[in-house]
């Protein structure tokens, strides 16, 4: 902050200024304001009036680091997938989510149509003892349409991602592999421990 120290020089006849003021010093102050803004208001108002319009904020629960062991090859494609996005590669950054799912899934038989055996990428079937049926199911469906929907930039050179394509297929993403973190199961993490050791 610059603040000019003034003091009156010459009183004058003029009555729009009836005084002359002279600088005597000047100074010169810093500091740090520290502003915390709620949450609220933050989105409420702030955002708004900058032109976001209306946001929702969704929170998820952090997942530690370490639990992450498992699946490192997920944890640091979705932090790609993020400073992709963030620099404006939104395809690339697509490109990353699909990375991300790729220690999830294994190579299975499954029968086609016609009753051919077919190869196809499945969740790993270790998840189906900790997860129980249905919760497998779900997340073996919901992971394998994202994984979809991420596959064009690998195989479509057609396939064009918008900001706001790649910022939801980075946020459904990265519930899903939080969600698959959180509910790991203990074999897999242990696996993976003994691998590096």
Known sequence: ???????PVVKTEDKARPVIWGVLDHHKATGKLHVEIPRSKWVEQILPATGFGK???LELPTIPIEKCAGVKAA??????AQNLERQGFYDEAVGS???????FFETVDKPDKN???????????????RLGK??????????????QAVNG?????????????AQMLIIVTTSLVAYAVKTQPEDNAAESNSKKS
């Open 1 to 7: 902050m610059l603040a000019d120290e003034l003091a």
């Open 55 to 57: 946001t929702h904020l």
């Open 75 to 80: 944890f640091e494609a979705l932090q790609q």
């Open 97 to 103: 989510c699909r990375k991300a799912l790729e220690p």
């Open 115 to 129: 009753g051919n055996m077919k190869k196809v990428s499945a969740l790993k079937a270790s998840w189906e003892t």
């Open 134 to 147: 249905q919760t497998y199911e779900w997340l073996d469906g919901s992971l394998r349409a994202v994984k």
């Open 153 to 165: 930039p690998h195989h479509l050179s057609s396939t064009s991602f918008r900001q706001m394509e």
